[in-house]
T-cell receptor, first 111, second 113 residues
Framework: DAKTTQPPSMDCAEGRAANLPCNHS???????VYWYRQIHSQGPQYIIH???NNETNEMASLIITEDRKSSTLILPHATLRDTAVYYC????????????FGQGTRLTINP | DVKVTQSSRYLVKRTGEKVFLECVQD?????MFWYRQDPGLGLRLIYF???????EKGDIPEGYSVSREKKERFSLILESASTNQTSMYLC????????????FGSGTRLTVV
């Protein structure tokens, strides 16, 4: 499975867009990019995923570069409740597989 | 609302005790996973199962075993609890083919004294 690299921490002002980068330069053609977040003392929560097209849902947007070697998770109007650790993970399309979590990005939303 | 339920939120056990952590999912998912999470080490996979009665070792299986007798239930067993197994334990489930994603339980914080 491809590995991912994320900055260890980021800050963002409340109400502004939070842009979280992820590098996955060894991603292969049959692998999706997934984003999860973990709020303190809770289990990780699914946010969004994509293969090669940009995606948007009620929580966030995902921008994947054309070469698929990196992606950006966008929280358009960050709130204090978005303070969490955000994980970018690469997962194969088919078959049973384990999630390999890196250290993630600790995002702090400031009032 | 579909979910993964872990039987205990907090648990305190004594060294040497046999400990059972239970996880139940109501989504008819094929795959189930047990992770532990420690400060500075992130989430680490202990065991996973892709079918009833099937199991695979993860990255840190030592000191643990698992049981999956029914599709919806995946149990993590600490044969003889030790203080270095004090941790947050997280269960997750998924279908065999993403992209539906993985669903995690709320976690069990185990303290071994």
């Amino acid at each position: 499975d491809a590995k991912t690299t994320q900055p260890p921490s980021m800050d963002c002002a409340e109400g502004r867009a939070a842009n979280l980068p992820c590098n996955h330069s060894t991603i292969s053609g049959n692998e999706y990019v997934y984003w999860y977040r973990q709020i303190h003392s809770q289990g990780p929560q699914y946010i969004i995923h994509g293969l090669k097209n940009n995606e948007t849902n009620e929580m966030a947007s995902l921008i994947i570069t054309e070469d698929r070697k990196s992606s950006t998770l966008i929280l358009p109007h960050a709130t204090l409740r978005d303070t969490a650790v955000y994980y970018c993970i690469v997962i194969r399309i088919q078959g049973a597989q384990k999630l390999v979590f890196g250290q993630g990005t600790r995002l702090t939303i400031n009032p | 609302d579909v979910k993964v339920t872990q039987s205990s939120r907090y648990l305190v056990k004594r060294t040497g005790e046999k400990v059972f952590l239970e996880c139940v999912q109501d989504m008819d998912h094929e795959n189930m996973f047990w992770y532990r999470q420690d400060p500075g080490l992130g989430l680490r996979l202990i065991y996973f199962s892709y079918d009833v009665k099937m199991k695979e070792k993860g990255d840190i299986p030592e000191g643990y075993s698992v049981s999956r007798e029914k599709k919806e239930r995946f149990s993590l067993i600490l044969e003889s609890a030790s203080t270095n197994q004090t941790s947050m334990y997280l269960c997750a489930s998924s279908v065999s083919s993403p992209p539906n994603g993985y669903t995690f339980g709320s976690g069990t914080r185990l303290t071994v004294v």
